[in-house]
């Protein structure tokens, strides 16, 4: 290995590890930077069909409605409804917003409408996707026509799809919208489904109603039936139980009262008779009633007599005075005041008879009242006991009369709401034809695609990061091998054709398979060019790795064939050669001589020949004339079938040796690892190995498995060389290895591609 570059590997391996946070950060940049033209033509991609579908989608316009279930509306005539009508609430609104989404409505705005004519409806859809959609359904379809049902059932699918219904925050407004490719038909469509839904609350409003009418007419002559029974049941009771009612009490009642005034009234009239009776009694003890017992009588025969005895005593007295009391005139006075006072007795007398008469009537009609109070109160008791089965008739009766009336108004007014059908549900906007499409959104559908495309591109990018199980810079090496990257070759297949014209009209090309002549001498038909500079760096590469140890033969080789170990080992040889060093370029890959066939293909005698000592080294050695470079080839390897034991010989190591001696370096054209195990055999006599790896092709877990499993040859592994780079796609990769940076800083020097 080269000890000289190991030290600074691990300076930047830490300086590496102390910035990682800062690499972390960058990380994603990077892959980006790597995936470029894959997120590019991804996010291309991606628009590319955004507005291939933009052109070829056929243009849809929603119209919207917008109804309000009106609360007011519902207050007004909820005293009228027959069915018991409730306040609006929120979930009372979310059931009408699922009632204008139910088959229902949409059933007949499709029947009203003639929708399942529509071929937008029936049909396979507008548009380029709709056509070829229809034509792939077509295939599949047995070819018989669509009955009525399946068409109805097709419309109706189409008809959910395009319509929305949907509640406007906490409003009771709902909003209405349908989305058609004709502006006209989505706004007529969001109108019907509005009259739709308020023509179907109507007719269920008015089937409720009437078969509330019908049940309450039925009900209403059960309850006829039953009033009429229970106050015939009242009457009947009455009848049995000599009951009679009046003025709406029951007779005997009043009866009672009555006869209890009544016997009230005589015994206060007895009360007054006896007074007057017992005045006049002692009226009569007086020998002549004083004035105030005269107008308590109030008799007029008395009061005149009074009258007169007063004046015929004056007149006696004023006689008597002045005549004497013996005087005739006195005597006739005294005579007529007795014969006055007589017939005021008599008059009294009179008056106490009737007084008398009047007590004896008041007191036998007192007797009587008592003797029918007696009887009807007996009465009033036997209909008391009958009474508390009648109030029971009688409440029972009320009862059934109350129910009936009830029942007979509502009845009533179901008739009348039936002439007076009311919805809650009103239109406050109605759909117009829309002005512009909604669907597709050429802003939306352009950011969506773009947006999805970058994630799917970026998806993409990480993918192929980490499935890009290849070598590709040299930090991958590094980290992986543990070894260093001395060199990256680019690709040379564009550049070297330019030379091949004339060789190719000749005929002087190989065979497929076998390294073209002009690249195993391209570093000296290209001495600025950028793969020479390459080549150079390696020449540098195993100059100061000699300073710690002798690293005079070399040896490359590779993991797989086809890694350009043999266009290498020639140019680097070429390269050596051509500086003025002594240099021997030997075809050690005996498996498959392709270095021999390229460059000597009429060689007889070669290396198998000069160990095997059947031909002299000087015989067998070629001389390119213009580097004075010698190569040795591989000889007869046909008939070859233990290459490593030629290679692991003695004669070999002799052979070696001796070259070791007579030349400054030895260059070994190795075969690749994987396939045989002829370049481990090598180890004792080589100082060492170039290791070529494909850049962009050879699986890291191949290389890793071959070197781990030959300790030998990474003990002697002098670096690794990534060969066969694309210089664009590196640049993604390490910046300071692509195109430009050589082209801009290199070519200054004169070097030239």
């Not at 979310?94 to 499709?110: D, G, P, R």
Request: charged share 25%; hydrophobic share 40%.
């Amino acid at each position: 290995m080269l000890q000289v570059n190991k030290p600074s590997s691990e300076i930047n391996r830490g300086y590496a590890e102390a910035e990682h946070s800062t690499q972390t950060l960058t990380s994603y940049v990077d892959i980006i930077r790597r995936q470029f033209p894959t997120i590019v033509a991804i996010v291309s991609a991606c628009v590319v069909l955004a507005l291939l579908y933009l052109f070829t989608a056929a243009p849809q316009f929603t119209s919207t409605a917008s109804m309000v279930i009106d609360t007011r509306k519902v207050q007004l005539f909820q005293q009228q409804s027959v069915l018991g009508d409730v306040a609006v609430d929120s979930a009372t609104v979310e059931t009408q917003v699922e009632i204008l989404k139910s088959e229902n409505i949409s059933l007949a705005v499709i029947r009203d409408l003639h929708l399942i004519e529509d071929p937008e409806f029936t049909g396979s859809g507008g548009g380029v996707i709709g056509s070829v959609l229809g034509f792939i359904t077509g295939l599949f379809s047995d070819g018989h026509a669509s009955s009525e049902f399946e068409q109805t059932r097709k419309a109706l699918g189409v008809f959910e799809k395009n319509r929305t219904i949907k509640r406007l925050g906490l409003t009771y407004v709902m909003e209405i919208g349908y989305t058609s490719k004709d502006p006209a038909k989505a706004a007529k469509i969001a109108n019907a489904i509005a009259d739709s839904y308020i023509v179907d609350q109507l007719e269920a409003k008015y089937q409720a109603t009437r078969r509330a009418s019908v049940w309450l007419q039925d009900r209403i002559k059960e309850l006829r039936t039953q009033a009429s029974a229970a106050q015939k049941a009242v009457v009947d009771f009455k009848t049995a139980n000599n009951i009679v009612d009046a003025g709406g009490r029951l007779m005997n009642e009043q009866q009672l009262a009555e006869v209890n005034s009544q016997l009230i009234m005589a015994h206060a009239a007895t009360a007054e008779a006896k007074a007057r009776m017992d005045r006049i009694n002692d009226i009569l003890k007086q020998e002549i009633p004083d004035a105030s017992v005269a107008d308590a009588l109030k008799n007029d025969t008395i009061v005149k007599l009074r009258g007169q005895y007063v004046d015929m005593a004056s007149k006696e007295s004023i006689w008597a005075m002045k005549y004497g009391s013996d005087h005739l005139a006195a005597v006739n006075l005294r005579r007529q005041m007795a014969e006055i006072k007589k017939n005021i007795v008599d008059e009294l007398k009179r008056i106490q008879e009737s007084y008398k008469s009047d007590y004896d009537i008041a007191v036998t009609r007192e007797e009587s009242i008592k003797g029918s109070l007696a009887n009807v109160v007996s009465e009033s008791q036997l209909t008391n006991q009958a009474q508390v089965q009648l109030r029971e008739l009688d409440s029972n009766a009320q009862s059934y009369q109350a129910m009936y009336d009830n029942f007979l108004q509502r009845y009533m007014e179901s008739v009348q709401q039936q002439s007076f059908p009311i919805t809650e549900a009103r239109v406050i906007s109605a759909a117009t034809q829309p002005l512009v499409k909604s669907y597709p959104k050429s802003l939306i559908v352009l950011a969506g695609s773009l947006f999805g495309g970058l994630i799917l591109a970026f998806g993409a990018a990480m993918a192929r990061e980490l499935t890009d199980k290849v070598f590709r810079t040299t930090g991958q090496v590094e980290d992986v091998l543990g070894a260093n990257c001395i060199a990256i070759l680019p690709a040379l297949g564009a550049a070297a054709a330019l030379g091949l014209g004339e060789k190719m009209r000749s005929g002087k090309l190989t065979s497929k398979g076998n390294p073209q002549p002009d690249l195993l001498r391209y570093v000296v038909d290209n001495p600025l060019s950028r793969f020479a500079e390459a080549v150079r760096s390696v020449k540098v590469a195993i100059d100061l790795n000699s300073i710690v140890r002798e690293n005079r033969v070399l040896a490359t080789t590779s993991t797989l064939p086809n890694e350009g170990k043999s266009t290498l080992s020639t140019n680097l040889a070429q390269l050596i050669a051509h500086g003025g060093a002594r240099v021997i370029l030997i075809d050690a890959d005996l498996r498959n001589p392709s270095l021999s066939r390229a460059l000597v293909p009429d060689a007889k005698i070669g290396l198998v020949d000069v160990v095997g000592q059947k031909a002299r080294l000087e015989d067998a050695l070629v001389l390119d004339p213009e580097t004075k470079l010698s190569i040795l080839p591989a000889g007869t390897t046909s008939k070859l079938l233990h290459t490593n034991e030629i290679l692991a010989s003695k004669a070999m190591h002799a052979l070696v040796t001796e070259l070791r001696s007579k030349f400054d370096y030895v260059v070994l054209d190795m075969p690749p690892m994987a396939p045989v195990v002829d370049v481990r055999v090598t180890s004792s006599f080589v100082d060492s190995y170039v290791f070529v790896v494909e850049w962009g092709r050879t699986k890291i877990d191949v290389v890793r498995h071959n070197l781990r499993g030959s300790p030998e040859i990474q003990d002697k592994l002098l670096g690794v060389v990534l060969n066969k780079a694309d210089t664009k796609v590196l640049a993604r990769y390490e910046s300071y290895h692509g195109r430009y940076y050589y082209q801009k800083y290199y070519a200054r020097y004169g070097y030239v591609e």
